[in-house]
């Protein structure tokens, strides 16, 4: 399911009411709401709205910071009523991010597209795999074959 589905999706069910993009902070959701009013206000999508066209310059900023959008963001991004709306995101305190400080979630962020990392198997003897000094993983045995 991607944007383009999600967008004619929420565009025939939602009968003229009200749409909330909520979840938890940091998912997505201001990337995911930007994504949609792009899709709407693409002329060659079935998804087109009219209204969307004009939401440009009201568009969320998207941060790797959780926190950012401080408040409710409320787009008028359709023709037949109702309104979009980007909220902050829930706080869910056993999640990494919010045990973290601002700068840790910074250094620990990708500075570059991610790649595909093929480990070898690790045999009999097991392997210890290190994520900066957050994450260790021992992978003690594996499957014959496994790649």
């Known amino acids: 399911f991607g944007v383009r589905e999600a967008a004619r999706k929420i565009l025939s069910e939602r009968k003229k009411r009200d749409v909330y993009i909520i979840g938890a902070a940091n998912v997505g959701k201001s990337a995911f709401v930007k994504s949609l009013v792009k899709e709407m206000s693409d002329f060659s999508s079935r998804a087109f709205d009219p209204a969307a066209l004009n939401q440009g310059r009201f568009l969320p900023v998207e941060s790797s910071v959780p926190g950012t959008t401080l408040g409710i963001i409320a787009l008028k991004a359709f023709e037949s009523g109702g309104t979009l709306y980007d909220t902050p995101g829930v706080h869910l305190h056993h999640r990494l991010q919010h045990m973290l400080t601002p700068k840790e979630v910074s250094e620990l962020h990708p500075r570059r597209k991610l790649s595909v990392y093929v480990a070898e198997s690790p045999g009999t003897g ?22």
């Open 126 to 147: 097991g392997v210890t795999y290190n994520w900066g000094s957050l994450a260790k993983l021992d992978v003690l045995e594996c499957p014959e074959g496994t790649e």
